[in-house]
């Protein structure tokens, strides 16, 4: 176990801290969980730094650094739709995504020796601008600006989506034991 595999870990552990901040009945509670949130990107930034300036990448590094990622990013979205700040479109899209990029990532790890696909910068930049969509809807930003933002994120999900898929592609292809499907 070395830092960014620990900072990813507080990940895990700061989702469910989000999830009893939100529902909370304190006063501000969307701002103490937004701020919760915030705290995760910032271990995510982290991790990422640590990891590659001091060589300190592991696999279980690169399988989970995502997963956290993924599961704070759909738990919020969760919660803001449950709350009626975020429409059910958005959970949907990312939803299904998500659902794929898992069953393609488990199909990957163990179909091709343990492959791991990490994470690219499209991916990189559309949890960045999931961060900034969510803080611009707690912050109260002006409505029109906040959809914008959450449209503009959403797309750069697919984006990523697609590049994953292509990575995916590259993996089969590359692999010549394996069986067409």
Not at 13 to 32: K, Q, T
Not at 46 to 52: K, N, P, Q, T
Not at 64 to 90: E, G, R
Request: charged share 15%; net charge positive; hydrophobic share 55%.
């Amino acid at each position: 176990m070395n830092i960014p595999n620990v900072l990813t870990t507080i990940r895990f552990l700061l989702v469910p801290i989000f999830v009893f901040i939100f529902y909370s009945s304190i006063e501000n509670n969307i701002l103490y969980a937004t701020i919760v949130f915030a705290i995760a990107g910032v271990t995510d930034v982290l991790d990422g730094y640590i990891a590659r300036t001091y060589n300190m990448v592991t696999k279980w590094g690169v399988a989970m650094d995502p997963l956290a990622d993924k599961l704070m990013q759909l738990t919020v979205l969760i919660c803001f739709t449950s709350k009626a700040y975020l429409p059910i479109w958005v959970i949907i899209v990312v939803g299904l995504k998500e659902i794929l990029m898992v069953i393609g990532a488990l199909f990957l790890y163990y179909s091709f020796e343990k492959t791991v696909i990490p994470a690219n910068r499209y991916g990189k930049i559309a949890t960045i601008a999931f961060y900034i969509a969510i803080l611009s809807i707690a912050f109260n930003f002006p409505e029109t600006l906040s959809f914008i933002l959450v449209l503009l994120a959403v797309m750069l999900t697919l984006l990523a989506f697609i590049n994953y898929f292509l990575g995916f592609k590259e993996v089969r292809k590359d692999n010549k034991n394996i069986k067409s499907y």
